[in-house]
């Protein structure tokens, strides 16, 4: 690598969900910051959503899958020996691009699991900890919900009204006041009333390939525009490719490739990963190097290991009713709690949370149904007209306990369209794992069938629905068994700081944006706070 | 040689996807079979400029010999999963996306409805969460100390 390089204060390589709050925090502070993004901005103009062939669309050019989508700033992900395939958007805006919008927060429990249940580990850091950045995050995310639910500690209520949960959520809320059991209105990421010149939902139901409205959070819509105002660089199509380190191995920044192939280097005191727990993970160890000869940072051996992605059901309950269940906000009508803590007599520990969501338009009525069936002939009328508009969907987001088998490495034979080597999982979701989704399945099923459902639609451990990559540069205390400190501070990088779902140490069972946001609003104050201590490469 | 059409599938594969489509969805219920809304035809053509990804493997999967429609596609999920997706997206996309077709379903596509702040959810009107909060706190208490770590972590 020759010629001179572009420097600022720090470099985050990233601009998804953590990324652009930690780059936001930053600039607004005075710090001069600059972000690299593999992708582009996305243009809202050409989300699907207002187009017939919408749902069409969804399945390839706005599909999740990096593998289905194949755009050049993708990179391939080989999934073959992985049970779930893995799902993210390469642009700024990260994956809330194309996200639901469920924002929810993790339970205090799911900070301590090895101390309540004997199994995992326990996080270095508590909820309490965690809340004031909760709090701050659900109003720079325009989180919309209802304060004071029972299934959560007591604090601020979200900052915005929630959505309305239309026909459907409400005769399910029915029935679990019939059942006595825990349900309350979905927080999402979503604007729900006018706030200043922000747009509100109109709700397409199209949340997950992009908001046409702009109503749903997304950094680039959220923070982006506010950490360039401050002076925030962010430089899209450009693809880290190492982390360096200088001789008194502290990190001097990054190489990287412009998608056009030209080979760049921008310096920086301070490097900070948000690439999700694939990307990081991928470029920790494609930054290996003299004294990092594993890859940078791992020596303990865990970079790339202990990857969760929530094992996941989908449990359909067709009604005889018209719920117009192609409508409105996809993220979460009404969410249920009733099972998510552990319960002795259950033969798995830990839980599930459950987010209510439509199921949208014809195509995805005629195509075979998530339990497989196909219905052709003279009944295909009837079987799509059974189902358009009269279904919802409990999803349930089962936790996923860290197993140190389950990994990202470098594949050997595939390479993205830089010609880098590509992340290979292997993932296998375990018996108890299965255990746990079979008892929510059922009791989902009961919670349908309750509401009023005369058909059940299962799909058991959904294979596309690798949404929630975590775990795989896990923060703890000891150097020996993790990547990073309680601040995401590399063990043995000191300038190095990963903010993404990869420092996770266990999943919970809920959708894990919230958090992430909340993590790197922690370690963008710390930042801040510690500036002028913080050791860098001369 | 089979003539090709300019957007790469030939007049042959759109005959037998013509038959095929229509014994998959034929006139009833009140709907018109997959031919009346032309889904080998005019509604190929606009699925395929939604996803010219799809020749290939339709190509490819009408490259195999013909057979009774629902064997033939219960066959190709077997053998050619591509090439039975494809096959349904073209056969299926191409019906629902016919301006009749959701006219008879009472779809109009994704459609703009602003969310009505001003009226008051039904769920509090009935005092639904009531319920709900009488039942108090619904989570369980943690101790703000940690266990020490493993090294080993997975299965209880």
Redo the contacts between chains.
């Keep these: 690598m020759s010629g001179s390089a572009e420097k600022t204060e720090v470099l985050i390589v990233g601009a998804g969900a953590s990324g652009g709050v930690v780059g936001r925090r930053l600039a607004e502070n005075g710090i001069r910051v600059a972000c690299l993004e593999q992708g582009y901005w996305p243009d809202p103009a050409t989300y699907p ?9 969804s ?2 050019q706005w599909s999740g899958s990096p593998n289905i989508r194949g755009l050049r700033e993708d990179y391939p992900v080989d999934d073959a020996e992985s049970d779930i395939a893995p799902l993210m958007f390469n642009g700024v805006g990260g994956s809330l691009v194309l996200y639901a919008g469920d924002w929810c927060r993790m ?3 799911d ?2 699991v ?11 850091i ?3 900890e965690l809340q004031p950045h909760y709090e701050r995050t659900d109003l720079e995310f325009d989180a919309a919900g ?1 304060g ?1 639910d ?4 007591p604090g601020a209520s979200p900052p915005l ?5 239309g026909k459907g959520a ?1 005769r399910v ?2 029935a679990h ?1 019939r059942l ?1 059991w ?4 979905g927080t999402n990421s979503v604007v ?2 006018a706030r200043g010149s922000k747009r ?7 949340c997950m390939q992009g908001c046409p ?1 702009g109503a749903k959070a997304s950094t680039d819509l959220t923070h982006w525009p506010a950490a360039i105002e401050h002076g925030a660089q962010v430089i899209t199509g450009a693809r880290v490719t190492r982390v360096v380190l200088g001789p008194s191995g502290l990190a001097t920044g990054v190489e990287y490739v412009t998608l056009d192939g030209a080979e760049r280097r921008h310096d920086a005191d301070v490097v900070v990963l948000a690439a999700n727990a694939i990307g990081t993970a991928r470029l920790l160890l494609l930054s290996a190097c003299p004294g990092h000869s594993d890859g940078l940072a791992n020596g303990s051996g865990v970079v790339g290991r ?1 990857l969760m992605v929530h094992p996941f059901a989908n449990v359909t309950g067709i009604f005889d009713e ?1 719920l117009e269940s ?3 906000h996809v993220g979460a009508k009404i969410v249920s ?2 099972f ?3 319960d002795a007599s259950r033969d ?2 830990r839980g599930a949370k459950w987010s209510l969501a439509p199921t949208g ?3 995805n009525a ?3 149904t998530r339990a497989g069936e ?1 219905v ?3 009944p ?3 079987h ?2 059974e189902r ?2 009269r279904s919802m969907s409990w999803g349930i987001f089962g936790e996923d ?4 088998e389950n990994r990202v490495v470098l594949d050997r034979t595939l390479v993205d369209s830089s010609g880098l080597p590509a992340p290979k999982l292997h993932y296998r979701a ?3 794992s299965r255990r746990l989704l079979d008892f929510h399945i059922d009791r989902a099923s009961e919670s349908l069938r309750e509401a009023g459902a005369h058909l059940i639609d299962v799909e058991r451990l959904m294979r596309y629905s690798g949404w929630h990559l975590l775990g795989t540069a896990r923060m ?3 150097p ?3 990547v990073v400190d309680a601040w995401g501070r590399a063990h043995e990088v000191e300038n190095l700081y990963v903010v993404d779902g990869s420092v996770f ?1 266990t999943s919970g069972g809920v959708n894990p944006t919230s958090t992430i946001a909340a993590f790197a609003s922690r370690v963008a104050d710390r930042l801040i706070e510690a500036r002028r201590d913080q050791r860098v490469a001369i | 040689m089979e003539p090709v059409a300019e957007d790469g599938v030939g007049i042959e594969l759109r005959l037998r996807l013509r038959e095929l489509a229509d ?4 006139a ?4 018109p079979a997959a031919s009346d809304v032309g889904v080998a035809d005019v509604q190929l053509d ?2 395929l400029a ?2 010219p ?1 799809l020749v290939a493997p339709l190509r490819a999967a009408f490259a195999r010999p013909a057979g009774a ?2 064997e033939w ?1 219960e066959r190709l999920a077997v053998e050619d999963p591509a090439g039975y997706e494809a096959v ?2 073209a056969v ?2 191409g ?3 016919d ?1 009749e ?2 006219r008879r ?3 109009r ?9 001003e ?1 008051i ?3 509090v009107e ?1 005092g ?2 009531d ?3 009488e ?13 020490e ?8």
């Design positions: 959503a207002p187009r017939p062939e919408y749902e069409l669309l399945r390839k339970r205090p429990s900070f301590r090895r101390t309540l249940d004997g199994v995992a580990d326990d996080w270095p508590s909820y309490s209802l004071d029972p299934s959560m500690p009204p929630p959505l309305p949960i409400l809320a029915r006041t006595g825990h349900w309350w209105p729900s009333v509100v939902c109109v709700q397409w139901g199209t409205e202990r018209d192609w409508r409105g709690y009733e998510y803590e552990t798995f520990v338009g014809p195509i005629a195509l075979p196909s052709w002939g003279a295909h009328h009837a799509v007209r358009l508009g306990l860290p197993d140190l375990s018996e108890h703890g205390c000891d020996a068994n993790s140490v | 014994e998959l969805i034929p009833a219920d009140g709907m606009r699925v939604a996803r990804d429609a629902v596609l349904l997206l299926v996309g019906y629902y996306t301006r077709v959701r379903l009472g779809y596509g994704q459609e703009p409805n602003p969310v009505q702040p009226i959810p039904n769920y009935e639904l969460l319920a709900v909060l039942r108090g706190q619904r989570y369980r208490d943690a101790p703000e100390e940690r266990s770590p493993t090294t080993q972590a997975g299965d209880p």
